[in-house]
């Protein structure tokens, strides 16, 4: 059975730090591209990193570079998301998202192209 199971989600005071982790399992873990989608209320998923353990090749929105760092434990088959210098506007449900190939082709599928999606965690910034 496919699993992606997200933690580390919480109410975090603006400025601060938080890491996220997506647990993996029933599915080769180096050949997927593995990341982040988000969603705040009253919008769309956005798609924000993600990582291939195989090479560690990595993707990042513009939106987040900079404050936003993924990474992978292959012998944990679980991925990471740190995020520094919280804001209010990264309040927002994150979803972590599979998907076979590389994090190009996982940035540029979208949320409608995942092969397997967690349950979210939510991240709540207050300012």
């Known amino acids: 059975e496919v699993q992606l199971v997200e933690s580390g989600g919480g109410l975090v005071q603006a400025g601060g730090s938080l890491r996220l982790s997506c647990a993996a399992s029933g599915f080769s873990f180096d050949d997927y591209a593995i990341g982040w989608f988000r969603q705040a209320p009253g919008k769309g998923r956005e798609g924000v990193s993600c990582?291939?353990?195989?090479?560690?090749?990595?993707y990042y929105a513009d939106s987040v570079k900079g404050r936003f760092t993924i990474s992978s434990d292959n012998a944990k088959n679980t991925v990471y998301l740190q995020i520094h210098s919280l804001k209010p506007e990264d309040t927002a449900v994150y979803y972590c998202?599979?998907?076979?190939?590389?994090?190009?082709?996982?940035?540029?599928?979208?949320?409608?192209?995942?092969?397997?999606w967690g349950k979210g965690t939510l991240v709540t910034v207050s300012s």
């Open positions: 990582i291939r353990s195989s090479d560690s090749s990595t």
């Open positions: 998202a599979a998907v076979k190939g590389s994090p190009w082709r996982w940035a540029g599928l979208g949320d409608h192209g995942m092969d397997y």
